[in-house]
Structures are given as structure tokens and as C-alpha cells.
């Protein structure tokens, strides 16, 4: 398991690390690219060359700054994993498709979080980026954002059909993962598939009385 971290503000990632007391060579997966190799891999992107520097790594962490848009899509184009921190990102989002990809605050990344995230995978081996957005409490925060984002989709569209692709981005493969209940995940799974009529207002409903239920038991 091997992430890079690609940070083209180097002063600024220093403070950062200071003011929330993170040590990151301790970690032996993670590698810090330099400046010479960040000055490298923009030209092999720019002119096409071959990126196996960036093919052992699992996870690619990197300010979006650091890349332009173009440089961005080639490195999407590989299919890893991604997070891109910013000072200009008010608001963090997850997304699975086509990639799993975060977009998260900077002075969010650089936090508490970020040690949580690293010790996870030193202790567990396992990539889980939600931490970096959420905290050790990942599994209730997406729980709860689901719940919100489900409240807002069906009291913004009341008496409107809503289609599969309406739920894509809530009902994601993450959450399906970590909820325990057989029904739910069923009724979750129906959703995808063939939306939601207007008046199926009880499925919903009880969409969301199972994940009161999910969410109690990870409040616990």
C-alpha cells in the first residue's frame, strides 16, 4: 500500500504540519514528492511520456494548483484513486465515479484528520478516504449526509418522479458497505435501479427509518 502526496506550496505545507502537530516520516508508504520530481512529471504529462513513476502508488494525493486542468484529466485518465486539496474548495465532496476522487478544503486536509487517515492504513492497511473528510466518525457522517442529501432531493422535487440517476451520488457504493441491514440495502438497491414514482412516498420513508436505525447504532 503506497500513497504520494504532491504539494507544490511547500512553506505552506510546513506550517500547516506544524500548527497540527504531523510528523509524515513516519509513515514509510507515504512518499513526499520534491520539487525536481514535481517539475519532471508535469513535463512527462505535458508531453506525453510515460508515467510509470506514478504507477506504484495506490493513492494519489496532490493540490489541485500543482496541475493545470489538462494535467488533471491525464491524471484521471489513470483510474487511481485521487484527492485534491485546495484552499479555494468550500465545501468537501466524494465522488466514486469513474474514479474515487475527494475534493476537500486544505486546511481541512492538513488536520487531525489526516493523522487518523494515516494510522488507518499504517494499523489496517486500508485506503479510506472518507477519514480525511469525516473523521474517525466517518461511518456516521456519511449516514447522516445521506440522510440530509435524501431529505433535500425529495422535499425539493415533491410530486415529481425521480429517476435511478437522481440517487446516484447518494446512494453509493461506500454507504452500502457499512450499513447492516438487509432490508435497507434492498430497498437502496430498488432505488438505483428503477428511481422513485411520486407516490412511493412510504418507500421512502422507510429508507429513512432504517437509516435512523443505522445511524444509532454507529452513535453507540
Known amino acids: 500500500m503506497k500513497i504520494i502526496l504532491i504539494e507544490d506550496r511547500i512553506i505552506r505545507k510546513e506550517l500547516f504540519l506544524e500548527r497540527s502537530e504531523i510528523d509524515l516520516s513516519q509513515y514509510g508508504f507515504l512518499k513526499e514528492i520534491s520539487a525536481?520530481?514535481?517539475?519532471?512529471?508535469?513535463?512527462?504529462?505535458?508531453?506525453?511520456?510515460?508515467?510509470?513513476?506514478?504507477?506504484e502508488f495506490d493513492l494519489i494525493i496532490t493540490h489541485k494548483s500543482a496541475f493545470s486542468l489538462n494535467q488533471q484529466d491525464v491524471l484521471s485518465s489513470m483510474g487511481k484513486s485521487i484527492v485534491y486539496f485546495s484552499g479555494g474548495i468550500s465545501q468537501s465532496f466524494y465522488l466514486e465515479y469513474p474514479f474515487p476522487c475527494l475534493h476537500i478544503n486544505s486546511s481541512d486536509f492538513y488536520s487531525e484528520n489526516l493523522i487518523v487517515f494515516l494510522n488507518n492504513i499504517?494499523?489496517?492497511?486500508?485506503?479510506?478516504?472518507l477519514i480525511l473528510q469525516f473523521g474517525i466518525k466517518w461511518k456516521l457522517n456519511l449516514l447522516l449526509s445521506t440522510r440530509d442529501k435524501i431529505?433535500?432531493?425529495v422535499y425539493k422535487y415533491v410530486n415529481v418522479d425521480l429517476f435511478a440517476e437522481d440517487f446516484s451520488e447518494i446512494f453509493t457504493d461506500k454507504l452500502l458497505t457499512i450499513i447492516s441491514s438487509i432490508q435497507l440495502k434492498d430497498d437502496i438497491a430498488e432505488i438505483r435501479e428503477f428511481g422513485l414514482m411520486w407516490n412511493e412516498v412510504e418507500k421512502i420513508n422507510n429508507v429513512l427509518e432504517r437509516l435512523n436505525q443505522e445511524i444509532n447504532i454507529n452513535i453507540l
Open 122 to 129: 499504517k494499523d489496517n492497511g486500508q485506503i479510506e478516504m
Open 36 to 55: 525536481q520530481e514535481l517539475k519532471q512529471l508535469k513535463h512527462d504529462i505535458n508531453f506525453g511520456k510515460d508515467l510509470s513513476f506514478l504507477s
Open 151 to 153: 431529505k433535500q432531493l
